[in-house]
């Protein structure tokens, strides 16, 4: 893959919030892991629970930026070690859209 196309590929990742909390995904360790192999983009990410219901939301907030750039995609969901998740957890209630300062 171009550097360049790979370049911008990691950047478009790293900048995809979080709906609901204002940090990036990759903050967040929501994207936990980007590998690029020739064509293809697959990310691993974590969620701190099971079946989260937004969890299609955030695929897709992922996928569809890296498709636009021609990649290909793919994933995998894991879920959260328990010091992930309590990180996670902390980052959340900081940055939470809903907070009041």
Known sequence: MDPILK????DTIASV???????SLTTLGMVKKVVITDDTVEVI????FA????????????????T????KFSYEVVIMTEEERQRF?????????????
């Open 7 to 10: 370049e911008q590929i990691e």
């Open 17 to 23: 919030m979080h709906p609901a909390i204002d940090l």
């Open 45 to 48: 990410f974590a969620f701190p």
């Open 51 to 66: 079946n989260i219901p937004i969890a299609n939301q955030l695929i897709d907030s992922v996928r569809i930026p890296v």
């Open 68 to 71: 636009n750039l021609g990649a």
């Open 89 to 101: 957890l902390q980052l959340e209630a900081s940055a939470w859209k809903g907070n009041q300062g």
